[in-house]
């Protein structure tokens, strides 16, 4: 499977829609907190990144979904910092404080090509939605030098429509997160006001641009929507609200992955409605909603996966045991 940028590429558009996403860094509004400080100054707003991008690890990931990972494993570059501010975020190293080093577009460009000649099946951003200009940039480079793996745009669903927009015909593979139906739960547990408001209008723009997840003969994933839900304790993240909207005002055919992974990290200590990990009954019931709801495709965990996904993002492969 060939990424579709490549043909971008070869008309220039690609190099177009670079610029175009460079204008949005002078007076920053490349993710909906238009925070409008100069990144090209390198000036910083809530996210912590100027000009330059920085990035925690790249690997071959064999722990995402099944059609994402394939059997050679999943391309992942881990950017560091993020547009949210979970305080419950099992990757806090980077998103919160910032490990990771200094990359400029030359040396991203590498990393998707070695990627790539490690026989992974696509790129893999991981937490992209603040950097998608300097994604592009890279991305330029990259395809000129024979870059062609599937790109899968891994957010967490807090992204700005004008950025979507500028994805279209780059990002193969959409696969955000849904994390909250309640503003409220979105303020209190990531520092973000209108999470539904934003997150639903992404999750549409991503559905109409890429459609129903596509897989090749060996189950990997060629193109379409993979959204992700985390079921948190005491229902907190509005689970039924997120499955609802998703059936009714999206499609029953997006590919549902129902998360039951949660564990009260970084500072979910400090509010005794997250401190602790969901029971069989909470993830249980979820997975009983979705049922109702009829989805075509649904990915489901064990409790277990608490322990397994945790990374380690002081290892060169955080999710290896090496
Ligand atoms: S990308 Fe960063 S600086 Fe720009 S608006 Fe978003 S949080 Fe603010």
Same mark, same amino acid.
């Given at each position: 499977? @060939? #990424?579709?940028?490549?043909?971008?590429?070869?008309?220039?558009?690609?190099?177009?829609?670079?610029?175009?996403?460079?204008?949005?860094?002078?007076?920053?509004?490349?993710?909906?907190?238009?925070?409008?400080?100069?990144?090209?100054?390198?000036?910083? #707003?809530?996210?912590?990144?100027?000009?330059?991008?920085?990035?925690?690890?790249?690997?071959?990931?064999? #722990?995402?979904? +099944?059609?994402?990972?394939?059997?050679?494993?999943?391309?992942?570059?881990?950017?560091?910092?993020?547009?949210?501010?979970?305080?419950?975020?099992?990757?806090?190293?980077?998103?919160?404080?910032?490990?990771? !080093?200094?990359?400029?577009?030359?040396?991203?460009?590498?990393?998707? @090509?070695?990627?790539?000649?490690?026989?992974?099946?696509?790129?893999?951003?991981?937490? +992209?939605?603040?950097?998608?200009?300097?994604?592009?940039?890279?991305?330029?480079?990259?395809?000129?030098?024979?870059?062609?793996?599937? $790109?899968?745009?891994?957010?967490? #669903?807090? !992204?700005?429509?004008?950025?979507?927009?500028?994805?279209?015909?780059?990002?193969?593979?959409?696969? +955000?997160?849904?994390?909250?139906?309640?503003?409220?739960?979105?303020?209190?547990?990531?520092?973000?006001?209108?999470?539904?408001?934003?997150?639903?209008?992404?999750?549409?723009?991503?559905?109409?641009?890429?459609?129903?997840?596509?897989?090749?003969?060996?189950?990997?994933?060629?193109?379409?929507?993979?959204?992700?839900?985390?079921?948190? +304790?005491?229902?907190?993240?509005?689970?039924?609200?997120? $499955?609802?909207?998703?059936?009714?005002?999206?499609?029953?055919?997006?590919?549902?992955?129902?998360?039951?992974?949660?564990?009260?990290?970084?500072?979910?200590?400090?509010?005794?409605?997250?401190?602790?990990?969901?029971?069989?009954?909470?993830?249980?019931?979820?997975?009983?909603?979705?049922? !109702?709801?009829?989805?075509?495709?649904?990915?489901?965990?064990?409790?277990?996966?608490?322990?397994?996904?945790?990374?380690?993002?002081?290892?060169?492969?955080?999710?290896?045991?090496?």
């Amino acid at each position: 499977m @060939i #990424g579709s940028y490549v043909n971008l590429s070869k008309t220039g558009e690609l190099e177009q829609r670079r610029k175009t996403a460079f204008k949005f860094l002078e007076k920053c509004s490349v993710c909906p907190r238009n925070c409008s400080v100069n990144r090209l100054k390198n000036e910083k #707003g809530f996210c912590q990144t100027g000009r330059r991008v920085k990035v925690s690890s790249f690997c071959p990931h064999h #722990g995402e979904e +099944p059609p994402i990972s394939g059997h050679k494993g999943s391309g992942t570059i881990f950017f560091s910092y993020c547009n949210l501010a979970c305080i419950f975020c099992q990757n806090y190293e980077i998103s919160h404080q910032g490990e990771g !080093d200094e990359t400029d577009p030359r040396e991203l460009a590498d990393m998707m @090509i070695k990627l790539q000649e490690r026989g992974c099946h696509n790129i893999n951003f991981v937490s +992209p939605s603040h950097i998608i200009p300097q994604i592009l940039e890279a991305l330029v480079i990259a395809a000129e030098e024979g870059l062609t793996l599937p $790109l899968v745009y891994n957010s967490n #669903g807090y !992204d700005s429509l004008e950025m979507l927009s500028l994805l279209e015909g780059v990002i193969d593979i959409y696969m +955000p997160d849904f994390k909250y139906s309640s503003d409220k739960s979105a303020k209190s547990f990531s520092g973000c006001d209108d999470y539904w408001k934003v997150s639903t209008l992404a999750i549409k723009e991503m559905f109409r641009q890429v459609g129903p997840l596509k897989l090749d003969h060996d189950g990997v994933a060629e193109r379409g929507l993979l959204v992700r839900h985390l079921v948190l +304790p005491n229902d907190i993240a509005g689970s039924y609200e997120v $499955l609802k909207y998703l059936s009714e005002k999206v499609s029953k055919e997006v590919y549902l992955s129902l998360m039951a992974q949660y564990h009260p990290c970084y500072k979910a200590y400090t509010d005794k409605k997250i401190s602790r990990r969901i029971t069989n009954d909470e993830y249980n019931r979820v997975l009983s909603w979705a049922k !109702d709801f009829s989805f075509c495709d649904m990915y489901c965990q064990q409790l277990s996966s608490a322990d397994i996904f945790l990374p380690d993002f002081d290892k060169k492969n955080p999710f290896g045991n090496h």
